[in-house]
């Protein structure tokens, strides 16, 4: 029997040696199952065999990957996801335990590869070339868990995950006015998204099955017998009464009937049983945390002795009904509008005491969903003034 050689990705080793057993135990031989040793990433050498290296060293584990995928075009890919810390388990499966196996895989949380690789490029990785497409000989794996035998790819596996977005500085060149260029480096804002997907689970099932047995019962029932006796009697009386008919042949019979059982049986439906599946929606709520990342601009450039930070990074944000708090995150007030470089608060607010008060813009510190000063709530009312 053909075996065909499965790769599954882990984000964890922890998930991918749950796996492992699971597959073990399942009675696949524990030589047709690895995962990728500790010692993977060393292998590549100091630079993880990116793009820069020279010479990684292609020993052990990356020596061993390189032998069996080396025609893959999906080195980058799985060398980027190692040195991001995930695990990789191969397998050695048998044809008719292949759909088995690539469940087991599913259910300890082998990753969709490829939407990962999508992920990383979207927050800007472009993928291994030079040394690293040299290096990792590893072909595509992920919950997709391709057979690698030359057979058509097992069943894709369908799993939840939510995607972590790292950020990865940049450096370009962009286009300058006039005859000057310079260096912009640049900090992307990043955010999770959370992907909720759903998949079917067997619960079990239920049967009906009909079959005959045999109960003994008993019946009472009376039965007439009919018996026909003869009777001698000794007589002495004279014939003149039979007269002619004395001698007359003559024939008496009596008929014996008795009854006996008869046993009849019928049948007859004495109840239905029948089985059907009833179908509801529900509405279940998955509750998670993402994360994003915020950037507060800080700009205390003078120009003439003037501040210049505010005009060129919060001025355009500031309008009315947004919120003013200190940078203790204590509330001072709500913005009526903004005039120039000051802003006006609302009087309709307890903390106003019923009246407008001022603030110079050269006291925000960030604004985005609300208006962070860079002095506290206390020390903010102290200096606001009266309009």
């Given at each position: 029997m053909s075996k065909q050689t499965i790769t599954a990705f882990f984000d964890t080793r922890s998930h991918a040696e749950h796996a492992a057993l699971a597959l073990k135990q399942a009675g696949l031989p524990a030589a047709d199952v690895s995962v990728s040793p500790e010692t993977a990433l060393d292998d590549l050498g100091a630079t993880g065999g990116y793009a820069g290296a020279?010479?990684?060293k292609k020993t052990g584990f990356w020596a061993s990957l390189e032998e069996m995928f080396g025609g893959s075009d999906d080195h980058g890919t799985y060398t980027e996801g190692l040195r991001r810390g995930g695990t990789m388990l191969t397998a050695h499966v048998d044809d008719a335990n292949t759909d088995k196996a690539i469940t087991l895989l599913e259910q300890?949380?082998?990753v969709d590869l490829e939407e990962r690789e999508a992920t990383w490029r979207s927050e800007g990785w472009s993928g291994s070339t030079g040394a690293a497409m040299a290096t990792s000989g590893v072909a595509r794996v992920g919950a997709e868990a391709l057979a690698m035998t030359g057979t058509a790819p097992a069943a894709k596996v369908t799993t939840t995950e939510t995607r972590v977005a790292a950020a990865v500085?940049?450096?370009t060149t962009p286009?300058?006015?006039a005859a000057t260029s310079g260096k912009e480096d640049m900090l992307q804002v990043v955010e999770e998204q959370i992907n909720v997907g759903k998949r079917a689970v067997r619960r079990g099932k239920v049967r009906l099955h009909s079959y005959v047995v045999e109960t003994?019962?008993?019946e009472n029932v009376t039965l007439r017998d009919e018996t026909v006796s003869i009777d001698r009697h000794a007589v002495d009386r004279p014939v003149a009464a039979l007269g002619a008919d004395a001698f007359k042949e003559r024939t008496i019979e009596m008929e014996e009937v008795d009854e006996e059982a008869v046993v009849g049986k019928t049948a007859r439906v004495v109840e239905e049983i029948g089985i059907r599946k009833d179908v509801t929606d529900r509405t279940e709520?998955?509750?998670d945390t993402v994360?994003?990342?915020k950037i507060e601009v800080e700009d205390d450039r003078t120009v003439g002795g003037t501040r210049t930070g505010l005009a060129g990074g919060f001025a355009s944000r500031l309008t009315k009904g947004m919120e003013v708090v200190g940078s203790d995150g204590q509330h001072v007030g709500f913005i009526e509008h903004v005039d120039g470089t000051t802003m006006k608060l609302k009087r309709m607010d307890p903390a106003s005491g019923g009246q407008h008060h001022l603030l110079p813009t050269d006291l925000v510190k960030s604004a985005d969903k609300r208006v962070m000063l860079s002095i506290a709530a206390a020390e903010a009312k102290k200096r606001w003034a009266a309009a």
């Amino acid at each position: 029997m053909s075996k065909q050689t499965i790769t599954a990705f882990f984000d964890t080793r922890s998930h991918a040696e749950h796996a492992a057993l699971a597959l073990k135990q399942a009675g696949l031989p524990a030589a047709d199952v690895s995962v990728s040793p500790e010692t993977a990433l060393d292998d590549l050498g100091a630079t993880g065999g990116y793009a820069g290296a020279t010479g990684p060293k292609k020993t052990g584990f990356w020596a061993s990957l390189e032998e069996m995928f080396g025609g893959s075009d999906d080195h980058g890919t799985y060398t980027e996801g190692l040195r991001r810390g995930g695990t990789m388990l191969t397998a050695h499966v048998d044809d008719a335990n292949t759909d088995k196996a690539i469940t087991l895989l599913e259910q300890h949380g082998a990753v969709d590869l490829e939407e990962r690789e999508a992920t990383w490029r979207s927050e800007g990785w472009s993928g291994s070339t030079g040394a690293a497409m040299a290096t990792s000989g590893v072909a595509r794996v992920g919950a997709e868990a391709l057979a690698m035998t030359g057979t058509a790819p097992a069943a894709k596996v369908t799993t939840t995950e939510t995607r972590v977005a790292a950020a990865v500085p940049k450096t370009t060149t962009p286009a300058r006015t006039a005859a000057t260029s310079g260096k912009e480096d640049m900090l992307q804002v990043v955010e999770e998204q959370i992907n909720v997907g759903k998949r079917a689970v067997r619960r079990g099932k239920v049967r009906l099955h009909s079959y005959v047995v045999e109960t003994a019962v008993s019946e009472n029932v009376t039965l007439r017998d009919e018996t026909v006796s003869i009777d001698r009697h000794a007589v002495d009386r004279p014939v003149a009464a039979l007269g002619a008919d004395a001698f007359k042949e003559r024939t008496i019979e009596m008929e014996e009937v008795d009854e006996e059982a008869v046993v009849g049986k019928t049948a007859r439906v004495v109840e239905e049983i029948g089985i059907r599946k009833d179908v509801t929606d529900r509405t279940e709520t998955v509750r998670d945390t993402v994360r994003s990342t915020k950037i507060e601009v800080e700009d205390d450039r003078t120009v003439g002795g003037t501040r210049t930070g505010l005009a060129g990074g919060f001025a355009s944000r500031l309008t009315k009904g947004m919120e003013v708090v200190g940078s203790d995150g204590q509330h001072v007030g709500f913005i009526e509008h903004v005039d120039g470089t000051t802003m006006k608060l609302k009087r309709m607010d307890p903390a106003s005491g019923g009246q407008h008060h001022l603030l110079p813009t050269d006291l925000v510190k960030s604004a985005d969903k609300r208006v962070m000063l860079s002095i506290a709530a206390a020390e903010a009312k102290k200096r606001w003034a009266a309009a």
